[in-house]
């Protein structure tokens, strides 16, 4: 893999292959103007999609600074593609995916033959449809339907608390639903066994387990691809191609997909903003007329824009309701990072982020001349509350925050460590954990010592009179209540000092101007208030700020944003606060029920 400052064409240029529906692409094509070959990069689907982003992205920058143009694409219904129609055969539309990907390899180089690498399930998908002009097909950790479905199932199961609603009708898989069809085409995918292969088929295996592994088993933060595993793919291709140059190319901008939530047509245009050039999405509603304002969506830390069709859905959504919709990459994540594999992003202080993220809000408010909200989940919320201190926001509402944080000492730990900080989980009224049952039993001198102490009060309270026992009370009441803003004050000052975190230091920056809505799980509520949320949260709305709260107790609600019943459970909030009340995603106002209280006093 060669090492060099990789050029703007080698990182790729964002475009539509348009033909039944919208499939979102990169075209990446060699600096010197010339090329050996042209190589379609197919990925896998679903969650693993988001999971191996940076291995798809990172083998088709190598590719291009090799001298190949490389093609990398999202199977419809993934990442940025327009969502599977319900009426259409997905096998039929993911081989036809794969022509055009084919089709756009061939016109970015001018060749008819194109060779093509598949991870996963994409090798898998590979084997089994045949466009034309596809010549060498290499294989990479391929694996076949009925054993991916059944992996990506036993993930969700071990990712979720028991209980929590998954839909029955086809197959629930972390963070992506597929429908009967889609699963019933996934498992006629057979694994690929060299033997049974074509000969222009090539298996490719990594020789170290953990490093394929790493590949796409393990959590999107953990997920790591080595050098020589993308020198070794590339070493698999055909290296005597004749070398030529390349023909005039322009990406395709701008594509019409169809709301599902709505059947409304919605405008996809690629954008770039900022002195970076960072790419984005902006999605506008084709027959609808504006609501007024429009929204920017904040991703957690690390997770890529185009990986997550999840993110696509929602700026649909809000689009076809008369919310104008971007979604970015900024300089640490997704499409948006350096091509070189030496960059690790979890080593660079956040306030890059924020500055991209305020960039993105000012373009957006540029081009639409609406108020922005910035909507945000887990780590992303902490980066639109610090980018809504720099320039004018309308809301920010932001979900499942966990941490509180701002010193630069309190990043250096947390960067050091590049984990989030640990916490101890609540405990529950039956004695165990949010992370599961306590492991300890008590001993019998300790329950002997319990029930004396139970014997006593009950005898004093047979004694002392009622108003001497409420008057205690009240004592005590008085005196915590005295003490607590002392307490506060001294947690304020240590949070200061990079000890600890502070929700007053990360809400109190943001402009008067700005509503803050927070929509907590339990966990999270738990860390709010260990950061003295409430105590801020008060003092703040007594100066006039104006900030919603949901108070955790939603059990609909989980951190992984995991499952479809969970992620619509979120889009009701959001729409809640834009006033949209369409469809399933907002059959009651949140207020309503599971305990969630607006204003917090």
Known sequence: MTDHAFSASELGDPTWLLGGGAVAAWVHRPASGRSRGAVVVAPPIGYEHLITHRAIRSLAVALAAEGWVAVRFSWTGTGESEGMADDADPAATWAADLAAAVQAAQSASGRVDVDAIGLRIGGAMLAAYDPVGLRTRILWEPVGGRAYLRLQQALLKISIPPGLPIIDDGVETPRHHFTPAEAEALRALASPVAKSLAPTAIVHREDDPDVARRLFDVSLDDAVVEKHSITSVIAKLDPDGEWVDLPAWEPERETTVTDPSSGRRVVDRLIRFGDAGLPGVLSIGADVPSRGESALLVASGGEPRAGNSQWAALSRHLAAEGVATLRVDDRLTGDGQPGDLDFDPSTSHPDVEVVD?????????????????????????????????????????????????????????????????????????????????????????????????????????????????????????????????????????????????????????????????????????????????????????????????????????????????????????????????????????????????????
């Open 357 to 601: 993220i305020a960039d993105a809000a000012a373009w957006l408010t540029r081009e639409r001349g609406e108020p922005v909200t910035l909507i945000a989940w887990c780590f992303g919320t902490w980066l639109a509350l610090r980018a809504a201190a720099r320039v004018p926001i309308s809301r920010v509402i932001g979900l499942n925050l966990s941490v509180w944080g701002i010193h630069p000492d309190y990043w250096a730990r947390l960067l050091s460590e590049q984990k989030t900080p640990e916490v101890t989980a609540p405990e529950s009224s039956t004695g165990s954990t949010s992370e599961g049952p306590s492991d300890s039993v008590p001993s019998a001198a300790g329950s002997d010592a319990k029930a004396v102490a139970r014997r006593f009060v009950r005898a004093v309270r047979g004694i002392v009179p009622e108003w001497v026992r409420t008057a205690v009370r009240g004592a005590r009441q008085g005196a915590r209540n005295a003490v607590a803003p002392l307490k506060f004050r001294l947690h304020e000052r240590r949070a200061r000092r990079g000890v600890g975190e502070s929700v007053l230091q990360v809400l109190g920056p943001v402009s008067a101007d700005t509503e803050i809505v927070l929509v907590f799980t339990e966990w999270e509520r738990h860390l709010f208030e260990e950061a003295y949320g409430e105590a801020a949260v008060r003092g703040l709305m007594r100066r006039g700020r104006r900030i919603t709260v949901h108070d955790g107790r939603d059990p609909l609600l989980h951190h992984t944003l995991f499952t479809v019943g969970v992620w619509t459970r979120f889009v009701e909030y959001i729409d809640a606060a834009f006033g949209i009340r369409t469809r399933a995603t907002n059959p009651r106002e949140p207020d309503e029920e599971h305990g969630a209280v607006a204003n917090t006093r």
